[in-house]
């Protein structure tokens, strides 16, 4: 029987708060895709109790569907520290440039020892199934700008930031 080294799954934040379940050990887990409903300004930082159940992990990806993004001024909130001694890519699609995944980002920053890339997308997951240019709609445009913004300072100069 083949392992399985990836994970995929769905999860709406205005239900599901990963936070308060006990996540198992994914010993074998090297990629976690988690595709997530971005409402308003919530925290993301409840996923990183699946990221640290995973000891292996080398690449995290978060899909963001923008349900109601809003960006607010709340400081970012941090969570107590744990060593991610093999990530080494860190994928978000649907950056908005909101305060939670900023937070998110400085997570990762802080304990993944050996992140090597960053690649941004502000492109929301369901904006896929539009037709056109959406790449180049307006809220897709002022999302990038945050991007830019927001983690160009960010980011330290050994790991490399991919904005699309």
């Given amino acids: 029987m083949a392992k399985r080294h990836q ?3 769905n999860f709406a934040l205005k239900k599901v708060y990963l936070g308060k379940y006990k996540i198992p050990q994914l010993t074998m887990l090297k990629k976690f895709v988690l595709v997530l409903e971005a409402w308003e300004d919530r925290t993301f930082l409840d996923c990183t109790k699946v990221i640290e159940a995973a000891p292996q ?3 995290f990806e978060l899909n963001l569907i923008w349900i109601k993004p ?3 001024k709340r400081e970012c909130r941090k969570v107590a520290s744990c060593p991610l001694h093999h990530l080494k ?3 978000l699609y649907g950056y908005y440039g909101r305060t939670s ?3 998110l980002v400085r997570y990762f920053l802080e304990n ?3 992140l090597e890339k960053i690649l941004v ?4 997951l369901d904006n896929f199934r539009i037709e056109g240019e959406p790449r180049e709609s307006k809220p897709v445009r002022i ?3 945050y991007a830019k913004l927001q983690l160009e300072r960010e980011v330290p100069s050994h790991i490399e930031l991919v904005i699309l």
């Avoid at 997308?121 to 929301?124: I, K, R, S, V």
């Fill in 70 to 72: 809003k960006r607010s």
């Fill in 57 to 59: 992990l080398t690449e």
């Fill in 121 to 124: 997308d502000p492109l929301p």
């Fill in 7 to 9: 994970l995929s799954n």
């Fill in 101 to 103: 995944e900023l937070e």
């Fill in 143 to 145: 999302a990038r700008k």
């Fill in 112 to 114: 993944a020892i050996v």
């Fill in 89 to 91: 890519v860190l994928k």
